[in-house]
């Protein structure tokens, strides 16, 4: 019941941007086709046993750092409001001059939260040491469904991941 989209390139309308800052224009190309649509990161690892109940309008995990969130996995419902709140992301990305890092002018992260917020002010981060856990989180309780490889040096986090996609391997 659940429909994968894989990018290993950026579509070419979408023109020259570091991956990252396509997350809302992708987001937004398939609400329409679905009643929810999350994105999940390339240096995400999930476990075959991970369950995940969509329920809200906005479901979003806690960043390890001062972040309010983490945009490496966020889940929207198809609502008109969201799809306003995508639109208004893009908007607000299409302004920026630099787009060729994941870190430049703030990163995606800055202007999903900057969205989400102004349009969902009360809603609450979830919280992260079960989901969208950083790979730390997993040296402290190895039960961790879903990992996330963030912040890591590309070098290291390609030895880390395959590590744990061995582990998951073995356990299921």
């Known amino acids: 019941h659940i429909t994968y989209y894989i990018y ?23 609400l329409s086709q679905h009643e929810y649509v999350g994105w999940i990161d390339s240096d995400i690892l999930i476990s ?3 369950e995940m109940i969509f329920q809200d309008e906005v479901h979003v995990y806690n960043d390890p750092c001062a972040w309010e969130f983490n945009s490496g996995f966020m889940v929207f419902k198809n609502t008109p409001k969201n799809q306003e709140l995508l639109q208004s992301v893009i908007e607000r990305i299409n302004s920026i001059d630099r787009l060729d890092s994941v870190y430049v002018n703030g990163g995606d992260q800055t202007y999903f939260i900057e969205q989400v ?5 009360d809603l609450l981060a979830s919280s992260n040491l079960l989901t969208n856990s950083h790979v730390l989180f997993q040296l402290i309780d190895s039960t961790k469904k879903m990992i996330h490889f963030m912040g890591l040096p590309i070098h ?15 356990q299921s």
């Open 117 to 121: 917020k102004a349009r969902y002010p």
């Open 156 to 170: 290291i986090r390609r030895i880390m991941m395959d590590v744990y996609y061995q582990k998951f391997q073995e």
């Open 48 to 50: 075959r046993d991970y």
């Open 8 to 30: 290993r390139e950026l579509p070419a309308e979408l023109g020259e941007m570091h991956g990252n800052w396509s997350k809302p224009c992708l987001i937004l190309r398939h």
